[in-house]
C-alpha cells in the first residue's frame, strides 16, 4: 500500500504561481507512474498531468499544456506539480495519484488506472 500526501497549496491571485509537491511511502516510488487530479465543487474530478516512472515522457491536459509543470525527484520519494499563471477556474482540490508501472514510459491519464490515491490540497485562485 501506497500512502502519497500532498503539500503546497494555498490561497494565490489570478496569475499566480504555486508549487504542489506529493511525498510517497510505502512503496518503491522508482516504480510508480505519477499524476495529478483536482477537483472542483459539484465538478468530477479530472485529469491535470501524469509522468512516468523514469520522469519522462510527461503528458498534460490541454488546459494547462504550457503553464504547468510535472516533475518527480525519485531521490526523495516525490512529485511536483509547477503551477503558473493560474485562473480563478482553476480553483479546486488537487490529488496525486500513483500506480506501479512495468513499463518504464507509461504514463496513466484516467483516474481508474491509478491504485493509490493521497487526501488531497486545496487551491484557490482568487480573481
Known amino acids: 500500500q501506497a500512502q502519497l500526501v500532498e503539500s503546497g497549496g494555498g490561497l494565490v491571485q489570478a496569475g499566480a504561481s504555486l508549487t504542489l509537491s506529493c511525498a510517497a511511502s510505502?512503496?518503491?516510488?522508482?516504480?510508480?507512474?505519477m499524476g495529478w487530479f483536482r477537483q472542483a465543487p459539484g465538478t468530477e474530478r479530472e485529469f491535470v498531468a501524469a509522468i512516468s516512472k523514469r520522469g519522462s515522457p510527461t503528458y498534460y491536459t490541454d488546459s494547462v499544456e504550457g503553464r504547468f509543470t510535472i516533475s518527480r525527484a525519485n531521490a526523495k520519494n516525490t512529485v511536483y506539480l509547477q503551477m503558473n499563471s493560474l485562473k480563478p477556474k482553476e480553483t479546486a482540490v488537487y490529488y496525486c495519484?500513483?500506480?506501479?508501472?512495468?513499463?518504464?514510459?507509461?504514463?496513466?491519464?484516467?483516474?481508474?488506472?491509478?491504485?493509490?490515491w493521497g487526501r488531497g490540497t486545496q487551491v484557490t485562485v482568487s480573481s
Open positions: 510505502g512503496r518503491t516510488f522508482s516504480n510508480l507512474a
Open positions: 495519484a500513483a500506480r506501479e508501472s512495468y513499463g518504464s514510459s507509461y504514463y496513466y491519464t484516467e483516474g481508474n488506472q491509478y491504485n493509490y
